[in-house]
């Protein structure tokens, strides 16, 4: 009986084999799934509440975790500093309306904690992907994270513009606020205060 070499027959397993691990590769790299699920892995998780207008708390293999919806920050209608107000009440009550009683999914963009102890992330609702970073941001209850680039800035400026313009969530008290302090006089400088000539024998 003729024996076949074995490098020939390791060859010959090779090209049979890879055809098929390519078409598999493939027909994953093809699946319908939406694009913005390309960060890997995606962990499940249950939510659990809001802190805010942009953390939320979640369970993890029956761990809870503080998580900062990555890209976006708080949109303050007044134009104040003060951290929390009417912003954070409102986004967190449009969260717990998207959310209560759902599972998410998480890709996690950093490898690292802000200086909060939360960890930036991507969040998509499991029920339908409804990708909340972006959401909230349509909704017009945040902004643009405009301090670093990332990933999804480009969408997520176009949804700030759109809430904007249309004056959707806190953007039409934002707006207001914004068109009063344009409008507010301001007060002349008094220019020669230093300038003014001094006689001594006064």
């Not at 994953?28 to 802190?51: H, R, Y």
């Not at 992330?121 to 990708?131: G, K, N, V």
Request: a negative charge; charged letters at 15%; proline letters at 7%.
């Amino acid at each position: 009986m003729l024996r076949i070499p074995f490098i020939l027959t390791l060859i010959y397993r090779t090209l049979i084999f890879l055809p098929l691990l390519f078409s598999g590769i493939t027909a994953w790299a093809n699946s319908p799934a939406d694009e913005t699920l390309e960060e890997n892995p995606m962990i499940s998780a249950q939510f659990i509440n809001v802190l805010n207008g942009n953390t939320i708390i979640v369970r993890i293999n029956g761990v809870n975790d503080r998580l900062h919806l990555a890209g976006v920050t708080m949109l303050n209608p007044q134009l104040s500093t003060v951290p929390g107000g009417p912003s954070g009440t409102k986004a967190s009550s449009s969260i717990w309306d998207l959310l209560k009683g759902e599972h998410v999914l998480l890709a996690f963009p950093y490898p690292h904690r802000d200086q909060y102890g939360r960890m930036p992330a991507y969040i998509y609702r499991q029920s339908d992907l409804l990708f909340l970073n972006h959401e909230i941001i349509l909704q017009g209850y945040g902004q643009t994270n405009r301090d670093n680039t990332f990933k999804y800035q480009d969408v997520f400026l176009q949804a700030e513009h759109d809430a904007r313009q249309a004056g959707d969530g806190l953007w039409k008290s934002r707006l207001l606020a914004e068109e009063q302090l344009a409008q507010k006089p301001q007060l002349p400088l008094p220019q020669d205060i230093f300038a003014c000539d001094i006689n001594p024998d006064n």
